[in-house]
């Protein structure tokens, strides 16, 4: 069955970096697109980032465009989020998902989510 | 990227329908097909309820629908089981190739 799992998070600095993974299980990874959505502590949800099957393709929310860089690695079923210049506003806990088929329209959802890692920045 | 406009609360009796709202604008669920559903219990990842405004996965119950008109998406419940009380979020592609959520609905089943 699929398997999306987090880790890579902690407690960091503001202004220092951190990257989390999120290693997938049971399906062709590399024919997927990724997403990364974040939620605050007793907040709502936000997406963060898409990335394409390929990689070829990847978008970003504002709040993070230029701090944040996602990537994949098909070869080993993982995709990571490289969090730079972080700041207490980033203090979430960070959800990998997917969407139900290949599909262009499957990148705007995710039907299958990982359990989270969470991220929090503090001095 | 503005989030789209949710009641932060709803609330309805055993076997009672209730209907959440999702206002966006003309370049998010406006313009799109792409609003999704999601319902989220304490300490627990989201799951996806409703696809493409209208579409459930497998496994999802009928009592839970999804509809747009204009502007503003809503999900239904129907049947309300004590279980549904839960966190409900909408989102919507809102083009490039971005997705904006909304702030998030409580819903308590009294």
């Known amino acids: 069955q699929v398997q999306l799992v987090e880790s890579g998070g902690g407690v960091v600095q503001p202004g220092k970096s951190l990257r989390l993974s999120c290693a997938a299980s049971g399906f062709t990874f590399s024919r997927y697109g990724m997403q990364w959505v974040r939620q605050a502590p007793g907040k709502g949800l936000e997406w963060v980032a898409v990335i394409w099957s390929d990689g070829s393709n990847k978008h970003y929310a504002d709040s993070v465009k230029g701090r944040f860089t996602i990537s994949r690695d098909n070869s080993n079923n993982t995709m990571y989020m490289e969090m730079n210049s972080l700041t207490a506003d980033d203090t979430a806990v960070y959800y990998c998902?997917?969407?139900?088929?290949?599909?262009?329209?499957?990148?705007?959802?995710?039907?299958?989510w990982g359990q989270g890692t969470l991220v929090t920045v503090s001095s | 990227q503005s989030a789209l406009t949710q009641p932060p609360s709803a609330s309805g009796s055993p076997g009672q329908s209730v209907t959440i709202s999702c206002t966006g604008t003309?370049?998010?669920?406006?313009?799109?097909?792409?609003v999704s559903w999601y319902q989220q219990h304490p300490g627990k990842a989201p799951k996806l309820l409703i696809y493409e405004v209208a579409a459930r996965p497998s496994g999802v119950p009928d009592r839970f629908s999804g509809s747009k008109s204009g502007n503003t998406a809503s999900l239904t419940v129907s049947g309300l089981q004590a279980d549904d009380e839960a966190d409900y979020y909408c989102?919507?592609?809102?083009?490039?190739?971005?997705?904006?959520f909304g702030g998030g609905t409580k819903l308590t089943v009294l």
């Open positions: 998902a997917r969407g139900l088929s290949t599909g262009y329209s499957d990148n705007w959802f995710g039907a299958y």
């Open positions: 003309s370049s998010d669920v406006g313009g799109y097909t792409y």
């Open positions: 989102s919507s592609y809102a083009g490039s190739d971005v997705v904006v």
